[in-house]
Structure formats: structure tokens, C-alpha cells
């Protein structure tokens, strides 16, 4: 596997690459990130992944400095799974000046996960032209656990007229049910213990979805009670539409997804369902 820092030199190796599929990561891999990895070779020619902790997307009481930085593993894990190139910058490659421009979602980046991290989508989607603008892949995947933000980054790169498919993956979870996430690792033991409560409890909604029940509200509200009376701080819990995350209708015929984010002692976890109704309810 080749790695590159310098911008100049990536776009030299990845001359006459074919179709190219792109992984973007923050690094401090997990076998959530690998399954994306071991995907991307089945929609094109050459693999490249990237490692970058994005500064733009950490708000002020975010975890930036403390975001695990693990180059090394996880350049062996990229190898292992058979990744072509590995674009690695440093800030200064990436961001060699004060970066004025920004891409700015629209409104609806504010809900949800936006309401609680201000400026974050702003910071991924801006990040993220700037490495497309780099690798200029054909392609590109992203995990759907961070369900958001893959809405924010398919409907950039359709608005911009981007010629590059995006490509969910589903994702990979612990035998218990809990979603990988490089965050997992701020957990204790006995959160560990705790922690698959959270997807538990979306399969709940799912299943009362699926029976008929029409209160999205009231399960939401059950959901963060049964959260909070086990020592959760939640931020959310919501049923929306798959098509846009907006409030579904009374009696509308939607794919839902039931979206949630809760703190579980230093760890702020995110999950989802999509639920797909076959008698269109």
C-alpha cells in the first residue's frame, strides 16, 4: 500500500488508476471502517483511503485533542484489507491557509445531530469537497450509522453536480448489537455492559412501527425515559422520513428511520433503524 501526505503526490500516484473508490476516515479504524474498505473494491479499480482528524467538524466542547490518533495500526489494517493508496495529509497539507471558504448546508443541518453540534455538518461537508477535489474518485463510501451525515454528503454532492457515486454501508456491529464506533473506546466496562440498550430500545420503535403504531412521540418519549432512568444523557430520539429527516406526516406513506444520540459517561453515541414498511404505512 503507497501512503501520501503531500496533495501533489497523490495526484501523481493516482494518475491512470481507473475508477477510483474513496473511503474518507478519521482514522483509529474498527472492523466497521475495514467492512467499508473491503466494499469499495467491489465498485472500482483502486481503493484510497484517507486519514485525517478534521479540526473544522469539532466544536469547542467536542474531543478533538483526545480523538485517538493510531497512524500506525491503522495503516497495518488498511494493508491487511487490501487498500490501494493511503492519503494521510497533515493539517498543513491540508489546510495550508486559514480556510475562508465553506460549504454550508442548508437549514436542516441545525436538526438532529446539527442542533447539538453546531458548525459540525458545515465542517464535514467542507472537508470532504476539499478531498474529493483532491482524490477525484469516481466513487465514495460512507457508514450509514452516521445516517446524517450521509444525507448531508449524497445531497452535496447531487446539488454541486459532483460526478462521484455515493455509496452507503451498512453498519457493523458488535455481536450484542452495538454499533462499532471509534468511541466505544471511552466506555467502562459496565457502560460496555450497558451500552446495547440504545440499539434495543430502536428495534423496539421499529417493531411497534411495524404493529401499527402511529405515536411517534410517544415512542420517543418512552425510548429517552428508559435512557435517562439508566443514566443516559440523551439529546435525541426521532422518527423521520429515510428520504429527507423531516417530521413524516399523519398517515403519509414513508420509509422511516428512527434516529438516536445519547451520552453513556464520556461517550456520545449515535444509532439508527431504517424501517421499511412493506404495506407502504
Not at 71 to 88: I, P, R, T
Not at 126 to 136: A, D, E, G, H, P
Not at 254 to 270: C, D, F, K, N, P
Request: glycine share 8%; net charge negative.
Amino acid at each position: 500500500m503507497q501512503i501520501h501526505s503531500p496533495i501533489p503526490d497523490l495526484r501523481l500516484a493516482l494518475r491512470k488508476r481507473g475508477r477510483v473508490v474513496f473511503v474518507p476516515t478519521m482514522g483509529n479504524l474498527h472492523a466497521g471502517h475495514i467492512a467499508l474498505m473491503t466494499a469499495a473494491r467491489t465498485h472500482g479499480d483502486t481503493v484510497v483511503a484517507s486519514i485525517f482528524v478534521n479540526r473544522l467538524q469539532f466544536g469547542p466542547s467536542d474531543d478533538f485533542d483526545l480523538y485517538p490518533r493510531t497512524l500506525q495500526e491503522d495503516c497495518d489494517k488498511l494493508a491487511a484489507a487490501g487498500v490501494d493508496l493511503l492519503f494521510a495529509p497533515t493539517e498543513s497539507d491540508l489546510y495550508p491557509e486559514p480556510q475562508q471558504y465553506h460549504v454550508e448546508p442548508p437549514e436542516s443541518q441545525n436538526q438532529l445531530d446539527g442542533e447539538f453540534r453546531p458548525g459540525h455538518f458545515r465542517g464535514v461537508a467542507t472537508v470532504v469537497l476539499k478531498l474529493f477535489n483532491i482524490v477525484q474518485p469516481q466513487a465514495a463510501l460512507f457508514g450509514k450509522k452516521d445516517y446524517q451525515q450521509l444525507m448531508v454528503l449524497r445531497n452535496m454532492t447531487r446539488q454541486l453536480a459532483l460526478p462521484i457515486e455515493i455509496i452507503g454501508g451498512e453498519t457493523v456491529r458488535a455481536d450484542d448489537g452495538l454499533a462499532l464506533s471509534s468511541r466505544n473506546g471511552y466506555l467502562s466496562a459496565a457502560e460496555r455492559a450497558e451500552a446495547p440498550r440504545l440499539q434495543r430500545l430502536l428495534q423496539h420503535i421499529g417493531t411497534a412501527i411495524g404493529a401499527g403504531e402511529t405515536d411517534f412521540a410517544r415512542l420517543e418519549r418512552d425510548a429517552t425515559a428508559e435512557l435517562d432512568q439508566h443514566g443516559w444523557k440523551t439529546d435525541y430520539v426521532a422518527v423521520r422520513r429515510q428520504a429527507d429527516l423531516q417530521l413524516p406526516e399523519a398517515g403519509g406513506k414513508h420509509a422511516l428511520v428512527v434516529l438516536a444520540a445519547s451520552r453513556l459517561g464520556a461517550a456520545r453515541l449515535i444509532d439508527n433503524l431504517e424501517i421499511d414498511l412493506p404495506d407502504g404505512r
